[in-house]
């Protein structure tokens, strides 16, 4: 019965609605990465972030060149270089946290020291941030919702989060013109005593040469 009405209500909804529902039903909440670790050497990956977002990120080695055992060190940290996450000879984990300032956080990986072998080390990376690391199984339990009442909770949540990437982009837009107006003044009056000091020059050498040639009575 609960799957009829829901079918029922959907056919009810403007088509624009129900393409925008599909696509978020279908469409991938997160990317996943792949690093190719080498045996000596660093590989990070960074995200532009804005504060008071959600991070969650799993991490596991998937594959060895050589086919050792091979395990990895982690560290993430913040714009301001602060530590977030550090964790060593590990083949998999998770770091999670809640940004408190704007920028972009980086997350290193390396090879441990410790592990046999020479060759790369291969690391799959599922990076969250925002509405994608929201834990909508939770959300569903709790609110008690259903079908398509769950992907208009989870629309809402997408559009609550452009909303507020519109609203950082348009902070990061103010600052920027904000920097360029202060740095053309800035160029604006070094110009101008830039003009001044050639001027000023200038004059001082043409009554400097006119007092020369008056003393050799040359005019």
């Known amino acids: 019965m609960i ?7 959907a056919m009810t909804f403007p088509p624009l609605l129900v393409v925008l529902l599909l ?6 909440l997160c ?20 504060s008071n977002v959600v991070v969650l990120a799993d991490y596991v080695v998937v594959s060895v060149e050589d086919g050792q055992t091979a395990a990895i060190a982690v560290k993430v940290t913040s714009p301001y270089g602060n530590n ?3 964790s060593e000879n590990v083949t998999y984990g998770r770091f999670a946290f809640t940004t408190e300032e704007a920028g972009n956080y980086l997350a290193c990986f390396w090879s441990d020291n410790r592990t ?19 834990d909508w199984e939770s959300v569903a339990r709790k609110e ?24 950082y982009l348009k902070s990061r837009e103010a600052e920027m013109r904000s920097t360029s107006e202060t740095t053309n003044a800035r160029v604006a009056w070094f110009s101008i005593m830039s003009l ?12 400097y040469l006119k007092r020369f040639f008056q003393k ?4």
């Open 196 to 207: 001044g000091i050639c001027i000023v020059v200038s004059g001082l050498q043409v009554w």
């Open 216 to 219: 050799k009575k040359l005019i």
């Open 84 to 86: 977030l996450h550090h």
């Open 31 to 50: 990317d996943a990465i792949w690093l190719n670790i080498p045996k000596t050497g660093t590989k990070c990956v960074s995200e532009e972030i804005h």
């Open 144 to 167: 008690k919702l259903q079908g398509v009442e769950l992907e208009l909770r989870k629309l809402e949540g997408a559009v609550e989060a452009i909303h507020e990437n519109l609203l």
């Open 3 to 9: 799957k009829d009405s829901n079918v029922q209500m």
């Open 23 to 28: 696509a978020l039903s279908t469409g991938p």
């Open 116 to 134: 046999r072998g020479s060759g790369e080390v291969v690391v799959n990376i599922d990076w969250k941030t925002g509405i994608a690391a929201k």
